[in-house]
């Protein structure tokens, strides 16, 4: 588990990586005592600071659905962010590499809602009854 101070200097190092363009090390090597709920922590300040800079939050994203992804990543189930609105292209968009450090591109599925889903329990029939539509998306990795 990481500290208070060393989950700020994380994030901060993220966010000193997407201004710069400048590759930082893996923050499991630079920190070997982190933990899954430091990671979504420093995922929070990170987002904390890039609304405050002016981003906006525009929807969520789940990650590792698959079982053989997380047996790569060693992690037992899907972990989950938050999309802002400037990592959001629209369809036809031509996107310059150079916002990028080392792109490169994943395809996916994209939920667009039509209602929120929130609180545990949920199932299944829930989530297709609140989805609007299912659209294919690609995911610039970065």
Same mark, same amino acid.
């Given at each position: ?26 923050? @499991? ?6 933990? /899954?709920? &430091? !990671?979504?922590?420093?995922? +929070?300040?990170?987002?904390? %600071? ?9 929807g969520h994203k789940i990650g590792l659905t698959s079982r ?7 992690? @037992? ?6 999309? /802002?609105? &400037? !990592?959001?292209?629209?369809? +036809?968009?031509?996107?310059? %590499? ?45």
């Open positions: 588990m990481l500290t208070d101070t060393e989950r700020q200097q994380a994030a901060d190092a993220l966010l000193q990586a997407e201004r710069t363009l400048k590759p930082i090390p893996q923050l @499991s090597k630079t920190y070997p005592a982190i933990e /899954l709920e &430091d !990671a979504y922590r420093i995922q +929070g300040l990170w987002a904390d %600071a890039r609304i405050a800079g002016g981003a906006r939050m525009v053989a992804m997380q047996m790569a990543s060693k992690i @037992s189930e899907p972990d989950y962010g938050c999309i /802002l609105d &400037d !990592a959001l292209f629209n369809d +036809g968009a031509q996107i310059e %590499a150079n916002l990028f450090i080392k792109p490169r591109l994943e395809v996916e599925l994209a939920f667009i809602m039509g209602e929120d889903l929130e609180g545990p329990g949920k199932r299944i029939y829930d989530v297709m009854r609140a989805t609007e539509m299912v659209v294919p998306a690609l995911e610039i990795i970065d």
